[in-house]
């Protein structure tokens, strides 16, 4: 099985903040990376596909990056609604692992 | 607007089965490969499983965690999809959610739409 690690797995950070998470694999990948942010008592919600597509929708200040093993989300100009966690999904191969989360609060 | 709705989830017994669905609308439900996913309390995600649309034949690739005791099935005329759970573990307590999956080709880019989840406790 891929496993993925993520760092860092809590973040502090203020509006506006820029936030930058990194997501690894044990292996390649390819592009085959997904990100989905998740609230408290709610569904995942995709923000970004083949590792720097956005997801229809999503805001533009979320954006990724990265190929292989290793990739990175970006959050520039952090907002309130963005308080939340976020995880790393690989598509590359079965089973679909997830990292374990990188959760973001408030400073 | 694009809905999937988990139903069946409960309370039950070590060594019993359940059985959920995802009832869906507002898409064209044959054209999509669908997915099972799990949480379990306070962890991350889990992904159970998938079923591939009828062009590839309704196949279905699983979790070694639940190889052999978990089967996903859909059924196109009424837009739902199930997870038949058997000789259930206390360690498959989670919210289960089915999702929408987004392929190109049988390469899967990601779960696009997700249900809002459904709460299985086993005991």
């Known amino acids: 099985d891929i496993q993925l690690t993520q760092s860092p797995s809590f973040l502090s950070a203020s509006v506006g903040d820029r936030v930058t998470i990194t997501c690894r694999a044990s292996q390649g990948i390819s592009s085959y990376l997904a990100w989905y942010q998740q609230k408290p008592g709610k569904a995942p919600k995709l923000l970004i596909y083949?590792?720097?597509s956005l997801q229809s929708g999503v805001p533009s200040r979320f954006s990724g990056s990265g190929s292989g093993t290793e990739f990175t989300l970006t959050i520039i100009s952090l907002q309130p609604e963005d308080f939340a966690t976020y995880y790393c999904?690989?598509?590359?191969?079965?089973?679909?692992?997830f990292g374990p989360g990188t959760k973001v609060d408030i400073k | 607007e694009v809905q999937l709705v988990e139903a069946g989830g409960g309370l039950v017994q070590s060594g019993r089965s359940l059985r959920l669905s995802c009832t869906t609308s507002g898409f064209s439900f044959g054209d999509y490969a669908l997915s099972w996913f799990r949480q379990a309390p306070g962890k991350g995600l889990e992904w159970v499983g998938f079923?591939?649309?009828?062009?590839?034949?309704?196949?279905?690739e699983y979790a070694a965690s639940v190889k052999g005791r978990f089967t996903i099935s859909r059924d196109d005329s009424k837009r739902i999809a199930y997870l038949q759970m058997n000789s259930l573990k206390t360690e498959d307590t989670a919210v289960y959610y089915c999702?929408?999956?987004?392929?190109?080709?049988?390469?899967?880019?990601?779960?696009?739409?997700w249900g809002q989840g459904t709460t299985v406790t086993v005991s």
């Open positions: 999904q690989q598509l590359n191969s079965y089973p679909f692992t």
């Open positions: 999702t929408r999956d987004f392929t190109v080709l049988d390469h899967y880019y990601g779960m696009d739409v």
């Open positions: 083949r590792a720097s």
């Open positions: 079923i591939r649309t009828k062009g590839y034949g309704w196949t279905t």
